[in-house]
């Protein structure tokens, strides 16, 4: 078993550990197992977050109180804030980013992402969201500047209008679906753009856990082949990932403590040669 290697993130100059963490369903449990699984993080030795404004953010607060500020990255999100949803003026960009910074107790962030944009014009515009980032960014308070969102043309226009350094992308990469490789990840590559690919395990699809077979064939017959060969899927849907031709890391969005054991245990196992070999030949797809 390996380590977590680094990995550039673009033309950012960060250099986290190739396996991010992110917050969407972790801060959906308790306080104590949010806090537990953030601190187990820092115990593997990841070291970059990915919060929801507004989503329980305190709890990253004081799970990382204490912390050396540099020994980390934080990243935080514009737009899913509940009490202002959706919302990319500039006035709330500027609230939403106080907010987190108040709710983690930091001083700066080291990124910050417009979230799921209903339209790529809204925070774009003159005076909008992106604009309001950039001030804040002269300021000191936030360090570099993403979009978080799944329409490629979304990355498209944010990556060169120049607004983006750094892409969340999910869904897209995966042993299911690689459509992103033939649109943003050569954009990205050429403007210096980091990638983010998050949601590599498919939404549960590839987790071990059997998908439907009716609604799911292609995920169900890469199950049954797994279970042929006494091979984890996780292990290889990760692995896929960490393999992508990117400037960036992949991203597991974790619930408790074990299924962050699970995704550091996926990035970090080697898989045999020849095991890729023989799922390529029967999916054609491999590293």
């Not at 804030?81 to 003026?89: G, L, N, Q």
Request: aromatic share 8%; proline share 5%; net charge negative.
């Amino acid at each position: 078993m390996s380590e977590l290697p680094r990995r550039k993130m673009g033309r950012t100059g960060m250099q986290p550990k190739a396996l991010g963490m992110g917050a969407a369903f972790v801060n959906r449990v308790d306080e104590a197992e949010t806090i537990a699984t953030v601190e187990r993080a820092l115990e593997l030795g990841i070291d970059f977050f990915d919060t929801y404004a507004g989503a329980n953010e305190e709890r990253w607060g004081r799970a990382l109180s204490g912390v050396d500020r540099a020994s980390y990255y934080m990243q935080a999100k514009v737009g899913p804030h509940p009490e202002r949803p959706k919302d990319f003026s500039a006035a709330s960009t500027r609230w939403s980013v106080e907010h987190s910074l108040q709710a983690l107790r930091v001083d700066y962030l080291d990124s910050v992402l417009v979230h799921d944009p209903p339209d790529i014009v809204d925070p774009l515009g003159p005076g909008r969201a992106f604009d309001e980032l950039q001030k804040m960014k002269e300021e000191g308070l936030i360090r570099h500047i993403g979009l978080g969102v799944r329409q490629h043309e979304f990355h498209k226009a944010a990556i060169e209008a120049g607004h983006a350094e750094i892409v969340l992308t999910f869904l897209d990469y995966t042993l299911l679906d690689q459509s992103v490789s033939r649109t943003t990840m050569h954009l990205a590559k050429k403007h210096g753009t980091g990638l983010i690919l998050a949601s590599v395990f498919g939404m549960g699809r590839l987790t071990g856990i059997e998908p439907n077979r009716a609604d799911e064939p292609r995920a169900h017959a890469m199950w049954q082949w797994c279970q042929e060969q006494d091979v984890d899927i996780k292990h290889l849907a990760m692995q896929f990932c960490l393999d992508a031709p990117i400037d960036g890391i992949v991203m597991s969005g974790p619930a408790d403590r074990h299924q962050l054991q699970d995704a550091y245990d996926a990035a970090t196992q080697e898989i045999p040669a020849d095991i890729w070999t023989d799922f390529e030949e029967q999916f054609g797809i491999g590293v």
